[in-house]
């Protein structure tokens, strides 16, 4: 039972302290003053007003469900938006992943086609350099044989 009174009591005041901290702009001493002058405030309207305690509690009641609704909207708000933003990252990742995966099959297939290509243009700057050796050769042998006689 106490650590339920702790939640209901601890967590309205470090809302409470949270909107001054934020109003503030994170300065602890400004949000110091300005609660201090809200209470101050409030102190000096129930005074005026002679609200009774069981009002005064109800209407705090009355503001903790209105804040805590709107705490609770906005933490529905931020898991959606993470959500979303997932989900975005997931396609964003998927996306990039496919596309890599492409990119490294094309670079793959444009390597095998030159390595392919260039062998078979040396294979061929050899086969040309070979008919052309043998050519020359045959050419130069009926050449000497004819010198001595034995060719044409």
Do not use: C
Request: positive net charge; hydrophobic residues 35%.
């Amino acid at each position: 039972m106490a650590g339920r009174r702790i939640v209901y009591v601890g967590l309205p005041v470090a809302a409470i302290g949270g909107y001054y901290f934020y109003a503030a702009g994170g300065e602890p001493k400004v949000a110091q003053k300005k609660a201090e002058h809200d209470a101050e405030s409030a102190k000096a309207s129930l005074k005026g007003q002679n609200i009774s305690s069981a009002e005064a509690k109800k209407q705090g009641e009355e503001w903790a469900q209105i804040a805590g609704s709107k705490i609770d909207h906005t933490v529905d708000d931020v898991r959606n938006k993470v959500h979303d933003a997932d989900k975005t990252i997931s396609a964003k990742v998927s996306e990039a992943e496919a596309k890599f995966e492409k990119l490294k099959n094309d670079t793959a297939s444009q390597f095998d086609k030159s390595k392919n290509d260039t062998k078979k243009e040396f294979n061929q700057s050899i086969d040309n350099f070979d008919k052309t050796v043998e050519r020359k050769t045959a050419e130069a042998k009926s050449g000497i044989s004819s010198w001595f006689g034995f060719g044409k």
